[in-house]
Each structure stands twice: as structure tokens, then as C-alpha cells.
T-cell receptor, first 113, second 117 residues
């Protein structure tokens, strides 16, 4: 079975500083991995996805993530945080056929002015 | 807006009552998914449809839960004899599963928040 572990339940950064949200995955096959963001009272929005092409994946709003098979990690980064980035972020792995997504517990990002 | 639409946004009900939620997917999407999200947790898979066929159900989906997608378009999720533990956000998502066997990323609706008192 596949699973993801988000290593931090809360991350707090100052506006303009880098963001790092950590995710480790477990999968018995080459996984498809995603990051979704959820703003308060809004639906989940796809930030980026990895599907075995380039290991460095660029997403929307300046976010990117690097797939590291040796470390079973898929950490999300952004060079400079904006206030609008404050939200909850989910690392997600899909089953082999892409039918079912398995979500991590989420990381709440707080951005201080 | 052509995104995934869910109704109602909020539902408050008393324990023991039945509730029904509706989801309208993106029109060209043939797959429709239901997830449940409780406070402080990530969404958990409940079930999914391809067109009108229900292809998989999670063990989380007890006998009190039933989902339908009769014409392969909108879907309903009914919970009978609600319990306080059913209080959660119920999320619907849709995707396009292609003949090549690849699935597009899931697009989620804003969810229906259920509170059982």
C-alpha cells in the first residue's frame, strides 16, 4: 500500500523568506505524487504533479517540488513566501492506476508580515 | 464557472436523520470521486464512479452510506441514520480517464460540511 508522511503539521515563515514543506512517501511501485493546497472555505487546488518525467517539477504560484527516489521524498519549496500562500498543503500519492489518491495529514503554512 | 459544484455547502442535521448531498462534476469528466475530510486530517477516499458504474468503495463506506451516479453525470451521496461521527467535510472530485489508461488530475469541489448534532 502507498502512504505519505508530512513531517510538519505547522510551518511558520516570514514574508519574503523561503518555504520548505516536507513529505516522505512509501510506495511499492513508481509513484505519482502531487501537492494540493486548500485555502479556508475553498476547494483543494492542484499545485503540481510528478509522474516519472523530470524529477524537478514546477507548479503554480512559484512553487516547485523535487522527487528524490533515494530519499523517498517529495518536498515542496518556494523561494519567497507571500501572505497569500498561507493555507494548508497536502502531499498526495496515487495508486498505480491513478484511481485513488492517498493524502497526507496536511501542513498548515503561516506567513508572518 | 465550469468547476466541480457541490450542494449544499453546509448541512446541520440531528442524529438519526437522513441527508443527501449532490455533486455536479466538470461536464467532460467521466470519473467522479467522493472523499471525506475530518478536522485536522487529510481527505480519505470513499468511492468513485466511471460514468454510471461504481468501481470501488472504501471500507469507510458503511452500509448507511450509498452513492449513485445514475446517468453518468451528477452524483448523490446519501447517509442514513446519521451519527455524530459522520460530521465532516464531504468532498467531490472529477477527472477524465482516457482510453490510453491515463487519468487527469482530480479537480475538487468546495465540499459539503456536515454537522450532526
Amino acid at each position: 500500500a502507498q502512504s505519505v508522511t508530512q513531517l510538519d503539521s505547522h510551518v511558520s515563515v516570514s514574508e519574503g523568506t523561503p518555504v520548505l514543506l516536507r513529505c516522505n512517501y512509501s510506495s511499492s511501485y513508481s509513484p505519482s505524487l502531487f501537492w494540493y493546497v486548500q485555502h479556508p472555505n475553498k476547494g483543494l487546488q492542484l499545485l503540481l504533479k510528478y509522474t516519472s518525467a523530470a524529477t524537478l517539477v514546477k507548479g503554480i504560484n512559484g512553487f516547485e517540488a523535487e522527487f528524490k527516489k533515494s530519499e523517498t521524498s517529495f518536498h515542496l519549496t518556494k523561494p519567497s513566501a507571500h501572505m497569500s500562500d498561507a493555507a494548508e498543503y497536502f502531499c498526495v500519492v496515487s495508486d498505480r492506476r491513478g484511481n485513488k489518491l492517498v493524502f497526507g495529514a496536511g501542513t498548515i503554512l503561516r506567513v508572518k508580515s | 464557472d465550469t468547476g466541480v459544484s457541490q450542494n449544499p455547502r453546509h448541512k446541520i442535521t440531528k442524529r438519526g436523520q437522513n441527508v443527501t448531498f449532490r455533486c455536479d462534476p466538470i461536464s467532460e469528466h467521466n470519473r467522479l470521486y467522493w472523499y471525506r475530510q475530518t478536522l485536522g486530517q487529510g481527505p480519505e477516499f470513499l468511492t468513485y464512479f466511471q460514468n454510471e458504474a461504481q468501481l470501488e468503495k472504501s471500507r469507510l463506506l458503511s452500509d448507511r452510506f450509498s452513492a449513485e451516479r445514475p446517468k453518468g453525470s451528477f452524483s448523490t451521496l446519501e447517509i442514513q441514520r446519521t451519527e455524530q461521527g459522520d460530521s465532516a467535510m464531504y468532498l467531490c472530485a472529477s477527472s477524465l480517464f482516457r482510453a490510453s489508461g491515463t487519468n487527469s488530475p482530480l479537480h475538487f469541489g468546495n465540499g459539503t460540511r456536515l454537522t450532526v448534532t
